[in-house]
């Protein structure tokens, strides 16, 4: 087990390959690092792969200070930077894709490439019309404070096959089957395991807190007004983690079982922090306006988020044929890696096709002639 300190709060990660250039995977609204595992072993021979625990999943710090989206951002540049990682390829699902989608939309310079699926991605009323609003690049340090972040480093993405080799150990050899509770068979006891009880009403006490005015915690992590109904991804999150993980899979699917024992280890209350706030219009502008290769995958079946329409296709794809590949699975729910053949083959396009308007997918969506 790895790991570093945020703040003071733990955050747990795994990595596999001895050298190569470095790829960072986040999970979902479900599960953890674990569900990368299959992935990881597939990458390791020419890559340098990490797997994150976000706030309030696996072996990371159950902290509701830390479950809005700003600290789960700043989770990654402290991962980075602690890692000595300048740059990085980025493969993100659903809660991951939101976060690295916000990260790369401030820092597009420490991001190389990024690969985002079953994102949150909702149609809203002015598509048609629509102008994307420039994204303001901050990051929230300290107290409520923002300010830009910065790596002080602007090179291609490196080998770093000796950057981080005293820093973080290989754990290749260590690595078990997806089924155990921790990569070298050894569960960490997490100082701040989760007691539900305690955690809602921390939660409940800093909300009414924020509302005062007298804390000092980042706004969005208030519960008010998450329920809204033109909050669409509270709208889908709007459930217990065992409820939506029952919409996934089956009982008598062997992926249940698996995610199932992530569910009992993480806190509910992260889905209600981390779609607060959410701005569905704001997303699609953040992705738009990448400049970046980017490729978007979405399971036709997701029945926690929707595949996207034409018109948000339409959207994130103008004018960008050979920065943006978007790719929806047929038959596919949420767990495009779990469930889908072709996403691990997509993945190695992804990472080693320079352009990746060559990569040959057959499930491409393609623009409508108008």
Known sequence: ?????????????????????????????????????????????????????????????????????????LLLDELMKQLGLPKVAMIGHGLGAQVMTEFASREPDRVARILICNAPLFNVPDLKNREPSQVRRVMLTGQNAQQPLKSGIDEPLADISTLDKDQVQNNADSVADPTVLSASNVTIRNPRMIDRDKLREAALARGAAIMRGDDQLEPSIALTGSGSSKN?????????????????????????????????????????????GFDAGAMLDKLRLLDIPAVVVHGNDDPIIKLPGDEVW?????????????VPLPSVRHFPMLEAETFTRLVSSFLETPDISKIEVKERWRRRAR
């Open 314 to 326: 339409d959207y994130i794809t103008l004018n960008k044929d050979d920065k943006l590949l978007p």
């Open 1 to 73: 087990m790895s790991a570093i300190t945020v703040g003071g709060d733990l955050v747990h990660y795994e990595v596999l390959g001895r050298g190569g250039k470095p790829v960072i995977l986040a999970h979902s609204w479900l599960g953890s690092w674990r569900y990368w595992i299959p992935t990881m072993r597939m990458l390791q021979l020419k890559f340098r792969v990490y797997a994150v625990d976000l706030f309030g999943y696996g072996d990371s710090s159950k902290n509701p200070a830390r479950y809005g989206i700003d600290h789960q951002v």
């Open 232 to 276: 669409q991804l509270s709208d889908a999150l709007d459930d217990s983690m065992d409820a939506l993980l029952a919409k996934c899979f089956k009982k008598s699917e062997p992926e249940y079982d698996k995610l199932q024992s992530d569910v009992e280890r993480s806190d509910d209350d992260v889905l209600r922090y981390s779609s607060h």
